[in-house]
């Protein structure tokens, strides 16, 4: 199981309901394309990675690093998911506050219309919560619990603990198969940055805890637990240290370098414009990349923006035209034609062949003021408002 740590700056607020509209249609698009290429195992798998998680988080729009990805993905994939779930044959369950109370229940209805064994789900759901909130003692306490289960029984759970005093979050990840005890190291993650002493009664040294009553705060915490290696600051810019420039500017020049044009896949693509590529490219690759590529959750913001301005606005129109690419794309592909949906698939292939022969160049700040200056002409939207045209015309830029 993977292990490591991650710093999950704890923000507060709710998502506009621009961005929320458009978090669930893509975010449904996304998971559609995924059972369909892959199946609902593959699915469950991705939730319960926590690299995939946030770069889903970023290619959606939310703040890069923040814990606001948990709590307004996992919303915005209950609303979608939830509204196909009779032919996706996957149930979201919970959320935050109110919401993860709701579980049982949920579990129990969903049970009753499919023939799931609906206690052993709600006896799994409480576990999973109990063991991080109780057999973990982190400092975390638990505010959010999202239970996803298929009508193969299988299931993962992705919740989020909240320390106030240090202003840090910690999230959660289970995943049914690679659970064989509950109170025996569970998690196939933990993100969160280590807070001190650490009483994880769910390790494998903790046998003689469970048994006997033994101090284990007298141990190293990593020996106690050991957390996913994904650090994010709390910087809220996106700098060029956080993201891989080399996969990042293959995406760029696969699309807005006019001598890529000739691939057959972009042809399938034509009269998409070079904006809309990069941000199908970056889609592309979180539906059909491996796990290694998610270490730089941060390059995958460089789709849609984020809805505080960082790296740059949420370009609306753009974020609208791959929602409407990717939903033609699945319906085809559903009536026999899967020309277009392979032409996606294969945009995060190309970037990855340009990829071996790239060296980045030092075009990170240019290409981010690029995007800050063009994105009146995309619909950019923040928080606070519209993007602005600039007051006087931006610089013309060679980034490669």
Known sequence: MKRGHADLPLHYGTVPPWLAQRMCLLGGAIVEAIVI???????????????????????????????????????????????????LGVFVCGGRGKSSRQTPAELLEIAAHTGLNGDELV??????????NTAVQDGFQLYLHSFIVTLDGDWAVVQQGMNQNNRMARRYHWLSSSIKNFTEEPHTSVCGKNQGLILNLTDKLASPTKSGIMDLTSHRPDK?????????PDHHEVHAEDVNLKRLGAALILAHETEVKDFESLLLLEGVGPRTIQSLTLVSEVIHGTASRFSDPARFSFAH???????????TRVYDETIEIFDKAIH???LGDSDKSEALKNL???????ERNYTPNDYFDDWIRKERETSYLYGGKTVKGDAKKPGKEGTQLKLW
């Not at 006896?123 to 991080?132: C, E, F, G, I, P």
């Not at 106690?224 to 994010?232: C, D, F, K, V, Y």
């Not at 995060?348 to 340009?354: A, G, L, V």
Request: aromatic share 6%; proline share 4%; net charge positive.
């Open 37 to 87: 290429e892959y199946g609902r195992k593959a699915l469950l798998q991705r939730l319960s990675d926590p690299f995939w998680f946030q770069s889903l988080g970023c290619v959606l729009g939310m703040d890069w690093h923040s814990s606001g990805i948990t709590t307004s993905v996992m919303n915005a994939l209950k609303k979608a998911i939830n509204k196909r779930s009779s032919e």
């Open 123 to 132: 006896r799994n759901s409480r576990l999973s919560a109990k063991v991080d």
């Open 224 to 232: 106690l637990m050991n957390e996913i290696s994904l650090i994010l």
């Open 305 to 315: 923006g984020g809805k505080d301005g960082h790296p740059f606005p949420v370009p």
């Open 332 to 334: 085809q592909a559903k």
């Open 348 to 354: 995060s292939k190309i970037s990855q062949e340009i």
